[in-house]
């Protein structure tokens, strides 16, 4: 990503505001509208709120994924940008330190109902975003293939271990798999970030790093376990073990909202395709996190807030979260259509891992982020590959990330 001042023209616009019911023309962007599978009912949902005010017309800038943090940065450093536009989570803490972001406070009445996922808009206190989509993790099994090898779902780290053991020697078929590689470093991280969630760990505790605490150390001797328990889809990347699963040569993973989806197939339906909480001993998960955000160089800020107050009522939050699959949790509760949870049971464990879920932005140290991912993951390849002791790995891992970025 080019490197773009933010803050070079991040003052407050001096054209006179406008309110809401003077109307005007909205941009929203969102890398999601490019979709092939729900972009256009994405946007179809966006513009419902034109008949709540007529006086408002809606325009989208559509924004390629790969594109999408370069584009904004380079319009936003120029004093334009969107109105209105998605940001994940691990760019959020770029934009709200440049003070280019909008503060929501007070935008929303009690009425609104907001859940708990949108306290990961806030940034030092204030308001910045609301969610858009939490995708939190769940753990995942092919129930056929477990019951074929007579193995029970693992609710415990030692559990997993020999439920992979025994599916991969009575049947063959590869017990576990979950990213393990550096060069899908990002995702990498985020999935990771599950065994130390999991484990009631974390990498700081908002102004120290803690990378060597004793429940990170906990979760990386059980990551390791599994790695080496000879039923691991050992130099798998996602795309790879994603699609064992889905031809059924693998019978358990960890993985986001999205995977299910694009995992059913004729071999392995969505009836045939479990989940539950992770199998280590608290409920947190990792999350892949998107919020919605207003520009603070908006002229039409009033409008925009309007449209936001709008998106969270009721009705257009049970839309969006069933044009986005129904998994992912959006800035409101929403219900899951009895018949889609029927032929997709595997949803379920989603919904309720979602207040449980946490981002891999690391809290106190949010723009140091990358110095510090690349740092442990280092040290948690050479656990895997090299056979470094868990303790000793984090140890040095904790020591390098303090002397690049303090802490």
């Known amino acids: 990503m080019a490197s773009l001042s933010l803050t070079a023209a991040c003052g407050d616009t001096d054209e006179p505001t406008k309110s809401a019911q003077d109307g005007g023309t909205l941009e929203i962007t969102h890398w999601d509208l490019l979709a092939p599978s729900y972009g256009a009912k994405m946007w179809e949902t966006f513009q419902g709120y034109q008949q709540q005010n007529p006086k408002a017309t809606l325009t989208k800038q559509e924004i390629t994924r790969a594109d999408y943090e370069t584009t904004i940065k380079t319009q936003i450093a120029a004093g ?46 204030k308001q910045l975003a609301i969610t858009a989509q939490i995708a939190p993790y769940a753990f995942l099994w092919n129930k056929d293939i477990l019951a074929q090898a007579g193995v029970q779902p693992p609710t415990t780290p030692e559990e997993l271990v020999t439920a992979a053991k025994t599916i991969k020697e009575k049947t063959g078929i590869t017990g576990f798999a979950v990213r393990h590689r550096i060069a899908e470093e990002n995702p990498w991280w985020i999935d990771f970030n599950n065994w130390p969630q999991g484990f009631g760990g974390g990498w700081s505790d908002g102004k120290t790093l803690t990378i060597d605490r004793p429940e990170n150390i906990a979760a990386l001797k059980a990551y390791k376990a599994v790695y080496d328990s000879g039923a691991f889809a050992v130099g798998d990347d996602a795309s790879t073990f994603r699609t064992k699963f889905k031809e059924g040569k693998l019978a358990m993973l960890i993985d986001a909202t999205g995977a299910p989806t694009a995992m059913i197939s004729d071999k392995v339906p969505g009836t045939s395709i479990m989940s539950s909480k992770l199998p280590f001993p608290g409920k947190n998960t990792s999350q892949v996190g998107i919020y919605f955000v207003i520009n603070k160089h908006s002229k039409n800020k009033e409008l925009a807030k309007d449209f936001l107050r709008w998106l969270v009522q009721p009705q257009p939050q049970q839309k969006l979260s069933e044009v986005i699959g129904n998994a992912s949790t959006v800035a409101v509760d929403t219900t899951v259509p009895e018949a ?8 379920t464990a989603y919904r309720e891992n979602a207040p449980f879920s946490h981002g891999a932005v690391v809290n106190g140290f ?3 982020t990358p110095q510090i991912r690349h740092i442990v993951l280092q040290w948690i390849e050479k656990v895997l590959l090299q056979n ?6 984090l140890t040095k891992a904790a020591q390098e990330a303090k002397a690049a970025v303090g802490g």
């Open 388 to 393: 470094v002791p868990p303790e000793e790995a």
């Open 366 to 368: 949010e723009a140091k």
């Open 340 to 347: 889609y949870v029927k032929a997709n049971p595997w949803v």
């Open 80 to 125: 334009g940008g969107p109105d209105v536009f998605a940001v994940a989570d691990t760019f959020l803490p770029e934009l709200a330190e440049a003070g280019v972001l909008e503060p929501l406070d007070g935008v929303f009445g009690a009425d609104a109902k907001l859940n708990v996922t949108n306290e990961g808009g806030k940034w030092r206190g």
